[in-house]
């Protein structure tokens, strides 16, 4: 097939299948899907398998999937030790009215593992570990309000579908970011509940948080600024947020969702800082439907049914079997040498990546931490959400669909994430494409 250097018409020529796919959903599913964060200009593809770190979709072109289920599938697709584990749980039930052994299993590795967590209780979404998060932290405090980051993507509840992806400019300024709303339909008065801060401006951060310390319940951050950017925090904005919040009877909130992914004990071991709470997903799941939300002992046994409880915490496929041996067979299989090479791969993805950009004299800059990484085109550093938002959008997503045509999966906003499975061959097979990319646009 002749294709155009166009990179839409190229796009369009490669996927007909997921067009006439996508145009069939939309006749019953608003947007033609149920996640709004995967829909992309001018439609997604529609995946038929995946295998390892190789999908294809539904006009049977493969791609190197360098997302992995918005950083999900740290082994890859498929996972021959998970899926073994899985078909045999598959004959003993999927769901029990009952607890069961393997809850058991992943809670104490968790808990072996990451540094805040004495207790820890399973949900289905990293939307819901969060919700209860801030609702234990209320309980706790017997206050309401709460601080978080903008740009910080914490699920879909409303408390905190507040200024993630905003227009800086309808934003107010940095010194004192406005609370914006991030959908219609949120309930009155939300937005007088959440006090919004920049993240990484330590001194401006502390100075609206003190404005506001005697009513905050709880402050909520990613350590790495996830789904908008991959922006690790800077370790002095951190440790205030600890110092701040043991000072003034704050509970501090780890949402570790994405950024659990680099290294055992997530990104609160790499930083050596300690929440009070800690919210989980993605990778604790073994690629099923997954969250989780832990931490110290005190703040746990509100949910303690033999305590009260104070706070209620129900969900019909919590912790459900299959879930909880698939979560645990993958984390037994994320060794520190497994770590190690994750950290080597990101680091050598991004340093290819920089050395692309510097060589065609592109401005950008390449965030990330161990297996995560974003890329941003523009010449200031990336520090916090306003200074992605200031990026080339249009050469982003120029750059995302020259990608896919070059058989490379990455989120639309250029972020990604390594499996296990990966090495250096598909290393090089990204820069090279990236490459290639970028030098069709100049």
Same mark, same amino acid.
């Given at each position: 097939?002749?294709?155009?250097?166009?990179? !839409?018409?190229?796009?369009?020529?490669?996927?007909?299948?997921?067009?006439?796919?996508? #145009?069939?959903?939309?006749?019953?599913?608003?947007?033609?899907?149920?996640?709004? &964060?995967?829909?992309?200009?001018?439609?997604p593809i529609f995946i038929k398998s995946a295998a390892g770190c190789h999908i294809?979709?539904?006009?049977?072109?493969?791609?190197?999937?360098?997302?992995?289920?918005?950083?999900?599938?740290?082994?890859?697709?498929?996972?021959?030790?998970?899926?073994?584990?899985?078909?045999?749980?598959?004959?003993?039930?999927?769901?029990?009215?009952?607890?069961?052994?393997?809850?058991?299993?992943?809670?104490?590795?968790?808990?072996?593992?990451?540094?805040?967590?004495?207790?820890?209780?399973?949900?289905?979404?990293?939307?819901?570990?969060?919700? @209860?998060?801030?609702?234990?932290?209320?309980?706790?405090?017997?206050?309401?309000?709460?601080?978080?980051?903008?740009?910080?993507?914490?699920?879909?509840?409303?408390?905190?579908?507040?200024?993630?992806?905003?227009?800086?400019?309808?934003?107010?300024?940095?010194?004192?970011?406005?609370?914006?709303?991030?959908?219609?339909?949120?309930? #009155?008065?939300?937005?007088?509940?959440?006090?919004?801060?920049? +993240? @990484?401006?330590?001194?401006?951060?502390?100075?609206?948080?003190? #404005?506001?310390?005697?009513?905050?319940?709880?402050?909520?951050? #990613?350590?790495?600024?996830?789904?908008?950017?991959?922006?690790?925090?800077?370790?002095?904005?951190?440790?205030?947020?600890?110092? =701040?919040?043991?000072?003034?009877?704050?509970?501090?909130?780890?949402?570790?969702?994405? &950024? =659990?992914?680099?290294?055992?004990?997530?990104?609160?071991?790499?930083?050596?800082?300690?929440?009070?709470?800690?919210?989980?997903?993605?990778?604790?799941?073994?690629?099923?439907?997954?969250?989780?939300?832990?931490?110290?002992?005190?703040?746990?046994?509100?949910?303690?049914?033999?305590?009260?409880?104070?706070?209620?915490?129900?969900?019909?496929?919590?912790?459900?079997?299959?879930?909880?041996?698939?979560?645990?067979?993958?984390?037994?299989?994320?060794?520190?040498?497994?770590?190690?090479?994750?950290?080597?791969?990101?680091?050598?993805?991004?340093?290819?990546?920089?050395?692309?950009?510097?060589?065609?004299?592109?401005?950008?800059?390449?965030?990330? !931490?161990? &297996?995560?990484?974003?890329?941003? =085109?523009?010449?200031?550093?990336?520090?916090?959400?306003?200074?992605?938002?200031?990026?080339?959008?249009?050469?982003?997503?120029?750059?995302?669909?020259?990608?896919?045509?070059?058989?490379?999966?990455?989120?639309?906003?250029?972020?990604?994430?390594?499996?296990?499975?990966?090495?250096?061959?598909?290393? &090089?097979?990204?820069?090279?494409? +990236?490459?290639?990319?970028?030098?069709?646009?100049?």
């Amino acid at each position: 097939m002749t294709l155009s250097t166009d990179e !839409l018409t190229r796009y369009l020529e490669l996927t007909p299948n997921s067009r006439a796919q996508w #145009e069939t959903a939309r006749e019953y599913l608003p947007g033609g899907d149920s996640r709004n &964060s995967i829909f992309w200009k001018p439609y997604p593809i529609f995946i038929k398998s995946a295998a390892g770190c190789h999908i294809v979709d539904a006009d049977d072109v493969d791609r190197l999937d360098f997302i992995n289920t918005m950083t999900t599938m740290i082994l890859g697709h498929g996972s021959k030790t998970v899926m073994d584990a899985v078909r045999r749980q598959l004959d003993l039930g999927v769901a029990y009215n009952a607890p069961n052994e393997h809850q058991i299993h992943l809670a104490r590795l968790l808990c072996e593992r990451v540094p805040s967590f004495d207790q820890v209780r399973f949900t289905n979404s990293g939307t819901e570990a969060t919700l @209860n998060t801030l609702r234990a932290a209320r309980a706790y405090t017997g206050k309401s309000r709460f601080a978080k980051v903008e740009g910080g993507y914490h699920g879909t509840h409303d408390a905190v579908t507040v200024s993630v992806r905003v227009d800086p400019l309808q934003a107010g300024a940095m010194e004192h970011p406005d609370a914006v709303s991030g959908s219609e339909g949120l309930a #009155e008065g939300i937005l007088d509940q959440v006090v919004v801060i920049p +993240f @990484n401006e330590t001194e401006l951060a502390r100075h609206i948080l003190e #404005e506001h310390r005697d009513d905050l319940a709880a402050i909520i951050v #990613e350590p790495v600024l996830g789904s908008v950017g991959m922006v690790p925090a800077e370790p002095g904005f951190l440790t205030m947020l600890r110092e =701040f919040t043991i000072t003034h009877n704050i509970v501090l909130i780890f949402d570790e969702v994405i &950024s =659990f992914r680099v290294g055992s004990g997530g990104s609160q071991e790499y930083y050596g800082i300690t929440p009070d709470l800690t919210s989980l997903g993605k990778i604790i799941g073994g690629g099923f439907a997954v969250g989780a939300f832990g931490g110290k002992r005190d703040i746990m046994e509100l949910y303690d049914p033999m305590k009260g409880p104070k706070v209620s915490h129900a969900g019909t496929f919590n912790a459900n079997p299959v879930t909880m041996l698939a979560g645990a067979t993958t984390l037994e299989q994320l060794t520190p040498q497994v770590y190690q090479r994750l950290d080597y791969l990101g680091e050598s993805l991004r340093q290819g990546i920089r050395k692309v950009c510097a060589d065609l004299e592109v401005p950008a800059q390449i965030t990330g !931490l161990g &297996s995560l990484f974003g890329i941003h =085109f523009t010449d200031h550093p990336i520090r916090n959400y306003r200074d992605i938002a200031a990026g080339d959008a249009k050469l982003r997503y120029q750059m995302f669909l020259g990608l896919m045509n070059e058989g490379i999966l990455v989120a639309s906003n250029l972020v990604g994430s390594l499996s296990t499975v990966m090495g250096e061959a598909e290393i &090089s097979r990204f820069v090279g494409a +990236f490459k290639r990319v970028l030098g069709r646009q100049l």
